[in-house]
């Protein structure tokens, strides 16, 4: 078990770089272990929701976070969906750190890929922010 866990730390390992270069190989990986990989990229989400402040200020933490919440939503895993929801909660200028303009943009697409067909939770989301206007439609 030591050994999966520390294979898996050296996949998202690869994902703190922030070089500017897609990490294809890492990617190709964590698609070739989704469900082993799956508790490891919510860990890196849920770590990131409780300590948004220490971890912006930890180089590549953000990007890393970054492809957790996309491999996420690509697995339409519904149990990161409490923490998309989370993270639509959290002040536009750390989603702005993380996501750039691609959460809000994309916000309504995360929710709607990891709901299993519950859409309550994106139902409570406010419609009158406007950085949520897309939601509704």
């Known amino acids: 078990m030591e050994i999966f866990k520390n294979q898996m730390d050296l996949i998202l390992e690869a994902f703190v770089l922030d070089d500017g270069i897609y990490k294809r190989k890492a990617v190709e990986k964590v698609l070739d272990l989704k469900e082993k990989i799956t508790p490891y990229l919510l ?18 933490y953000g990007l890393q ?26 002040p536009s200028g750390i989603q702005e750190v993380i996501f750039r303009d691609l959460f809000t943009g994309y916000l309504s697409v995360f929710l709607y890929q990891t709901c299993s ?8 989301i406010p419609h009158s922010a406007p950085k949520y ?3 509704s439609n």
């Open 65 to 90: 976070v970054f492809y957790a919440y996309m491999l996420l939503c690509f697995f339409e895993e519904p149990r990161a969906h409490c923490l998309f929801l989370r993270m639509s909660g959290l």
């Open 117 to 124: 067909g519950n859409i309550d939770g994106i139902k409570s």
């Open 133 to 135: 206007k897309n939601i």
């Open 43 to 60: 860990e890196v989400v849920e770590n990131f929701m409780v300590e948004v402040e220490r971890c912006l200020d930890e180089d590549g």
